[in-house]
């Protein structure tokens, strides 16, 4: 179906600790997973990316994790910073239809 | 910065009218994504050309128009406009057609249909 859901709408985490952000898919044949950060204001920025022939991702201080078993996506944010704030989205790449499908979105509130 | 340029920012018209959006990619790059964000629907598809061609097509209604042109900016045609129209429009461009071209978004263009 045409959903790419997110466990929950909003994280806030301490500055300095690290953070993980979910994402539920519901498209097997899906092939290729994205992480964008939406800034108030700004359009979304690509974070890191991840095949499905991968179950795990690094990038600076970014980590992204796919469980292919319960389709299952996340993000982790090491040592988080007040820029980290944002509204995080996973997108999900369907090859038929060749079209990216975008979560609902997770925002993030780093506390001082 | 992206590199993708959008105009308007912001648009405010009235409903039944017809407004026309425009984007400009980052030098280089040949396709051109169009998307809708609204508060109900998140972001969602329109459509995409690459090279001045069609490629894909998603959640577009049969109101949207869109085309992208020999210089290989594109715009986004909304006529008709209804209440539910009012969103944040976003451009994405990219290098080529593979999911692995990561999409680079402009800022947007906000419209409020009265």
Known sequence: GESVGLHLPTLSVQEGDNSIINCAYSNSASDYFIWYKQESGKGP?????????????QGQRVTVLLNKTVKHLSLQIAATQPGDSAVYFCAEYRGGAQKL?????????INP | DSGVTQTPKHLITATGQRVTLRCS??????????????????????????????????????????????????????????????????????????????????????????
């Open chain 2, 25 to 114: 990619p980052r030098s280089g790059d040949l396709s051109v994504y169009w998307y809708q964000q609204s508060l109900d629907q998140g972001l969602q598809f329109l459509i995409q050309y690459y090279n001045g061609e069609e490629r894909a097509k998603g959640n577009i209604l049969e109101r949207f128009s869109a085309q992208q042109f020999p210089d290989l900016h594109s715009e986004l045609n909304l006529s008709s406009l209804e209440l539910g129209d009012s969103a944040l429009y976003f451009c994405a461009s990219s290098v080529g057609v593979g999911p692995t071209d990561t999409q680079y978004f402009g800022p947007g263009t906000r419209l409020t249909v009265l």
């Open chain 1, 45 to 57: 920025q690509f974070i890191i990316d991840i095949r499905s022939n991968m179950d795990k991702r």
């Open chain 1, 101 to 109: 499908v975008f979560g609902q979105g997770t925002r993030l509130t």
